[in-house]
């Protein structure tokens, strides 16, 4: 049976009534933290445990099977031991459920007894429709209608990024710093082994929906290059795709095998795929979570013109590496911006990109080289940096440049360096969406 990329697939991130099956009140279990999360976080749909050994769980009438719910079940949730998971698919097939999320582990990265286990499941699906995400993963998360269907620790907050992972640990961790930093997601997936949707299916999803806008994918390895190609090509000139790529090296690719059971090609193709598909590679996690602010803050630039205000010669030297170094431009400094700026900053300001305001500069110096860098057409996006000098206030500079850039849709990025000296500035940008980073 062939499906739609995106058959099946509104019944998993947006039900109305999910059977949690191996739900459990035995605290720090699986099946307990699932429960928990699903009826504790506000989502209006309807939940329904099933345990053949209870009558109630976490103070919720249990079923025996999902046989026994008196209701259509959009999506069923699996954390039972893998060598039952064949015979609960063919109940839900019974049921006519539309979708399952698998978190147990124990398939094909287990060798030659679970990859008979995920050829039976897989079966079963293929002759009901029944979608799959897992085995072997964290779960599925929509934070717009508050449905948390994972074990994760937390909850993410709601956004317009869409995450996806191979790795469930890492979605954890994700969540951690998203939550600090204000980050929020449209929708949070982690895939586990993709026994069924992958990659393809979920960008082709995530793609459609108008809530939204970027898409992150930690990878380790795909399965169907030919769908993902063709969704990833589909979507990238619309909404970015980044993507961090484990597995560069023999070693790495060896260390995939053992985790999801999954085969890791060759580093340099899957980087000629990325860059044939129009997506973006990083090779650090640091990178995705700075990506991630980036893309979740502000408007993104429309062009590679960048002007660059700063308050040391070093850092603007950094940043001027960098934004070469990716394919941006130093955006002209024209004669009118020059003469304006004579009137405000002193005599020995650079007169060129990067602005030096100086070392010694107020927020009233980072307010008017806002303030013509927002002014002038000849650059798209700017970059203010800021490093903490004797005579100058970190929290009043942030607030002026945040009340300057509010509204004016010119895109904006922020380096405040230091430590605990500008903590609260960065916090003030972040909470007036601008995008905050430690280092150019």
Request: with cysteine; hydrophobic share 40%.
């Amino acid at each position: 049976m062939v499906f739609l990329p995106t058959k099946g697939l509104k019944h998993i991130f947006n039900p109305k009534a999910i059977a949690v099956i191996g739900a459990s009140s035995t605290k720090d279990s699986v099946g307990y933290c699932l429960m928990a999360n699903l009826i504790g976080h506000g989502f209006e749909g309807t939940v329904y445990p099933v345990n053949p050994k209870r009558d109630a769980v976490q103070g919720v009438h249990a079923y025996k099977s999902i046989l026994d719910i008196p209701r259509q079940i959009d999506v069923a949730v699996i954390a039972t031991p893998a060598n039952t998971v064949p015979k609960v698919m063919e109940d839900c097939a019974k049921a006519k459920v539309k979708g399952v999320v698998i978190i147990s582990a124990g398939f094909k990265e287990a060798g030659d007894s679970g990859r008979e286990l995920e050829r039976q499941v897989r079966d079963i699906a293929t002759t009901s429709g029944i979608r799959i995400i897992g085995p072997n993963c964290l779960g599925v998360i929509n934070p717009r209608i508050k449905l948390n269907a994972s074990f994760a620790i937390n909850m993410p907050l709601e956004g317009n990024i869409a995450f996806i992972s191979q790795s469930g640990a890492l979605c954890s961790s994700i969540i951690d710093w998203a939550n600090e930093r204000g980050v929020g997601f449209s929708y949070f997936v982690s895939v586990g082994s993709m026994l069924d949707v992958d990659y393809g299916d979920l960008i082709d999803f995530f793609g459609r929906d108008s809530k939204t806008k970027s898409i992150i994918i930690y990878m380790e390895s795909v399965q169907n290059a030919r769908k993902f190609m063709s969704a990833a090509s589909g979507f990238a000139n619309q909404k970015p795709i980044v993507i961090v790529k484990s597995g560069r090296f023999e070693e790495g690719r060896k260390a995939v095998v053992s985790h999801t059971g999954a085969i890791a090609g060759a580093d340099d193709v899957y980087s000629a795929a990325f860059k044939r598909a129009g997506v973006v590679r990083v090779t650090e996690v640091d990178e995705m979570f700075d990506i991630s602010e980036k893309l979740a803050k502000g408007p993104l630039p429309k062009g590679p013109r960048i002007g660059i205000i700063t308050n040391a010669g070093g850092p603007g030297v950094m940043a001027t590496d960098k934004i070469i170094e990716v394919g941006g431009r130093l955006a002209e400094v024209g004669e009118e911006m020059i003469k304006s700026l004579d009137g405000t900053l002193p005599a020995s300001w650079s007169r060129n990109n990067p602005i030096d305001v100086l070392g010694d500069a107020n927020a009233a110096r980072y307010e008017a080289a806002m303030r013509e860098c927002i002014k002038s057409k000849d650059i798209d996006s700017i970059v203010v940096i800021y490093t903490p000098q004797a005579g100058t206030y970190p929290d009043e500079t942030a607030s002026a440049v945040a009340r300057v850039w509010e509204g004016s849709g010119k895109p904006i990025t922020a380096c405040w360096m230091g430590g605990k000296t500008v903590e609260n500035a960065r916090r003030i940008l972040r909470n007036a969406g601008i995008a905050v980073y430690p280092t150019p």
